[in-house]
């Protein structure tokens, strides 16, 4: 075989345009990259790489990337995902914190000219900047396979940067996205619940088993779209919901009027147990009512409440 026959029979396997690294999405290819650079999967950076085709182009499907979009791709990775990025997009910036992959990117995103890897935490990017200098200040779509032990943060960081994301596609731990998806009076309801649905509509598009990941996770995954609001669906201060969500969940046992007669801090603002509860008889709820019960725009509405009779 020559040069150029193993060359067209390597894109025939992988799927690589000519020029352009071949295609990792395959528990053979990824091995061989892993073994090559001698990489091993660093559970501390929450590394579970994805290796099956369907599953990536069905992430990027649910993103609804095309040419016109820039991405970000948080945690690129051995590249896998940010191949077919780079196809579908018009740009991806990626911020990878594990420098080791640096040699591995560099060979497999060869001839993927669209793409910039930024090596540092996405918790310590500034993504204002970034949507400045990537997307001419533009929101972007983020695309990604999340890190599991900081799902939560990278989330709430993303999401409170109101105005820098047009969307958000991203695996997590199915656990975690049935949590972001609960509604009022469910047993996986809680603060972040309200945090990502105060910012976000969101949806579960694809469940992934373990098999789908080198090495497989000890959990079932799942993606998860969060559409971004461009104002919130609610009318509240901000920072009253907050702390009104945040008190009534650390003591979930609790009644809410004890919660946040417990727990409610805000501008050095606390409430008493029967501010609370003359302000939930107002507005025709039991005084006795749990947290987990209302909806976020009962939270709101208990804001406006609270607000109105010049408690907060
Ligand atoms: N995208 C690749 C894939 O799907 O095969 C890898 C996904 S792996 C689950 C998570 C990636 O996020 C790893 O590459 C890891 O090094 C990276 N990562 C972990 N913590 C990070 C952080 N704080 N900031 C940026 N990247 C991070």
């Given at each position: 075989?020559t040069?150029?026959?193993?060359?067209?029979d390597?894109?025939?396997l992988?799927g690589?345009?000519?020029?352009?690294?071949?295609?990792?999405?395959?528990?053979?290819?990824?091995r061989?990259?892993?073994?090559?650079?001698?990489?091993?999967?660093?559970?501390?950076?929450?590394?579970n790489?994805?290796?099956?085709?369907?599953?990536?182009?069905?992430?990027?499907?649910?993103?609804?990337?095309?040419?016109d979009?820039?991405?970000?791709?948080?945690?690129?990775?051995?590249?896998?995902?940010?191949q077919?990025?780079?196809?579908?997009?018009?740009?991806?910036?990626?911020?990878e914190?594990d420098?080791?992959?640096?040699?591995?990117?560099?060979?497999?995103?060869?001839?993927?000219?669209?793409?910039?890897?930024?090596?540092q935490?996405?918790?310590?990017?500034?993504?204002?900047?970034?949507?400045?200098e990537?997307?001419?200040?533009?929101?972007?779509?983020?695309?990604?396979?999340?890190?599991?032990?900081?799902?939560?943060?990278?989330?709430?960081?993303?999401?409170?940067?109101?105005?820098?994301?047009e969307?958000?596609?991203?695996?997590?731990q199915?656990?975690?996205?049935?949590?972001?998806?609960?509604?009022?009076?469910?047993?996986?309801?809680?603060?972040?619940?309200l945090?990502?649905?105060?910012?976000?509509?969101?949806?579960?598009?694809?469940?992934?088993?373990?098999?789908?990941?080198?090495?497989r996770?000890?959990?079932?995954?799942?993606?998860?779209h969060?559409?971004?609001?461009?104002?919130?669906?609610?009318?509240?201060?901000?920072?009253?919901?907050?702390?009104?969500?945040?008190?009534?969940f650390?003591?979930?046992?609790?009644?809410?009027?004890?919660g946040i007669?417990?727990?409610?801090?805000?501008?050095?603002?606390t409430?008493s147990?029967?501010?609370?509860?003359?302000?939930?008889?107002?507005?025709?709820?039991?005084?006795?009512?749990?947290?987990?019960?209302?909806?976020?725009?009962?939270?709101?509405?208990?804001?406006?409440?609270?607000?109105?009779?010049?408690l907060?």
């Amino acid at each position: 075989m020559t040069g150029k026959d193993s060359r067209l029979d390597r894109d025939i396997l992988f799927g690589g345009m000519p020029g352009q690294a071949p295609k990792l999405t395959s528990p053979g290819v990824t091995r061989a990259v892993l073994a090559q650079f001698g990489i091993h999967a660093r559970k501390k950076y929450g590394q579970n790489f994805l290796t099956d085709r369907g599953i990536v182009t069905g992430i990027i499907d649910a993103a609804g990337i095309t040419e016109d979009d820039c991405v970000l791709e948080i945690g690129p990775g051995i590249g896998t995902m940010t191949q077919y990025l780079s196809e579908a997009a018009g740009h991806v910036v990626c911020v990878e914190i594990d420098t080791n992959l640096r040699p591995v990117l560099d060979q497999t995103l060869a001839g993927y000219d669209n793409v910039d890897v930024i090596w540092q935490d996405i918790l310590r990017t500034d993504l204002e900047e970034l949507a400045e200098e990537y997307n001419e200040g533009r929101p972007l779509k983020v695309v990604a396979n999340l890190p599991y032990y900081v799902t939560t943060p990278i989330l709430l960081y993303l999401l409170e940067e109101k105005g820098c994301f047009e969307s958000i596609t991203v695996m997590v731990q199915k656990e975690v996205a049935d949590r972001i998806c609960a509604g009022a009076g469910s047993k996986e309801y809680g603060a972040l619940s309200l945090a990502v649905q105060y910012y976000s509509d969101p949806e579960i598009v694809l469940k992934v088993p373990p098999a789908c990941f080198m090495p497989r996770p000890a959990v079932e995954s799942a993606v998860l779209h969060l559409q971004a609001y461009e104002k919130p669906p609610v009318d509240a201060d901000e920072e009253v919901l907050f702390a009104l969500i945040r008190a009534s969940f650390n003591q979930r046992r609790k009644t809410l009027a004890n919660g946040i007669a417990n727990g409610f801090r805000c501008r050095n603002k606390t409430l008493s147990r029967a501010d609370v509860e003359t302000s939930l008889e107002a507005m025709g709820l039991s005084p006795s009512i749990r947290g987990e019960k209302l909806s976020l725009e009962q939270f709101a509405a208990l804001s406006r409440t609270l607000a109105e009779r010049g408690l907060v």
